[in-house]
């Protein structure tokens, strides 16, 4: 590759990342669950489990320290091939992507319907609640406890993903098309995940605070 | 010089990328594969001496041409489960008894 003519070679951190998953045996474990779980075809339709997909995801998440599960997810890239593969960590193909885009606020109200969903979904908004008066953005001032609570959300009905492989843009798999009266609501919900300065500084902060971690 | 004790048969560790493992997945993430490796000098059987017996003059004396191992091998008595892994083509793979768990001498 052009990469080792010049005697470089490539920082993928969503690659350092796996391997850190891969040679640890618990994450190595969840890790292979979710993922099996996620690419299995059902009988019936042809198509994946997603409600299995989502539960062992949240098994992931839930039990995987956030030292492994955050690289993976929040891995800093500058190239399409690290991002391609930080957008494919949830396995979006199962977990977030559907044919057509549901309202938002459809979304919100079956979360809400949920009770793991409903406190997920306001302790994301709690933790990612962004201020235009506080130093770093976020009214809380802590970027580790905006990053868990959307980790949180993970496997739930208002799953967020990196939208594309080029930017670290994230949003549901949701729209505020069609939304009416509460189209205003609608893209305030939106915004906490597509314009939130908290979880921007956050996703941001994460890939320069741990620069200087060694790479095994 | 001291004379190298060889090593029992045991569980090994290397780190290799998908790629490396020669099953023909395209994929640089870095696994650990365990396998086994080391002497079973200590678990020869009586079976394992009649067969080296027989396959130095036992066979050719009855006629018979037969190869047969004639030492215990150091193998996996187990494997690991399942492994996942996400390809460079952005495929995701799950697949089977790449490495071993446990190793013996059979």
């Known amino acids: 590759t052009a990469d080792s003519d010049v005697g470089m070679t490539t920082v993928n951190r969503c690659l350092d990342a796996a391997k850190a998953c891969n040679v640890d045996d618990l994450c190595q474990k969840l890790r292979t669950e979710y993922v099996s779980a996620c690419i299995k075809p059902t009988a019936k339709s042809g198509l994946c489990n997603r409600h299995k997909c989502n539960k062992a995801l949240r098994r992931f998440f839930d039990r995987v320290p956030a030292d492994y599960t955050h690289e993976l997810l929040f891995c800093p890239c500058t190239d399409t091939a690290c991002a391609e593969r930080r957008r494919q960590t949830i396995v979006p193909g199962c977990s977030y992507e559907s044919v057509e885009k549901p309202n938002c606020i459809t979304q919100t109200r079956i979360c809400n319907a949920d009770y793991v969903c409903r406190s997920r979904l306001a302790q994301f908004q709690y933790d990612c609640e962004p201020s235009k008066t506080s130093a770093n953005g976020c009214n809380q001032g802590n970027y580790g406890a905006c990053l868990l609570a959307y980790t949180g959300l993970l496997g739930s009905t208002i799953t967020p993903n990196y939208v594309d492989n080029s930017t670290s843009s994230v949003a549901p798999w949701c729209s505020c098309s069609a939304s009416g009266s509460r189209r205003e609501e609608c893209d305030r919900f939106l915004g906490y995940f597509n314009d939130n300065i908290c979880l921007r500084n956050a996703l941001m902060a994460f890939g320069s605070e741990s620069d200087q971690q060694p790479t095994v | ?106």
């Open chain 2, 1 to 106: 010089k001291r004379a190298r004790r060889p090593k029992p048969c045991s569980l090994r560790e290397l780190e290799l990328t998908v790629s490396e493992l020669g099953l023909g997945y395209e994929s640089d993430e870095t696994v650990m594969l365990r396998y086994c490796s080391g002497k079973c000098a200590a678990h020869r059987h009586n079976y394992d001496i009649t067969m080296e017996h027989m396959m130095r003059i036992g066979f050719r004396k009855k006629g018979r041409k037969d190869k047969v191992s004639n030492k215990p091998c150091c193998r996996p008595t187990a494997f690991e489960k399942d492994f996942s892994f996400l390809d460079n083509k952005s495929r995701y793979h799950t697949i089977q008894n790449v490495s071993a768990k446990n190793c013996g001498c059979a």
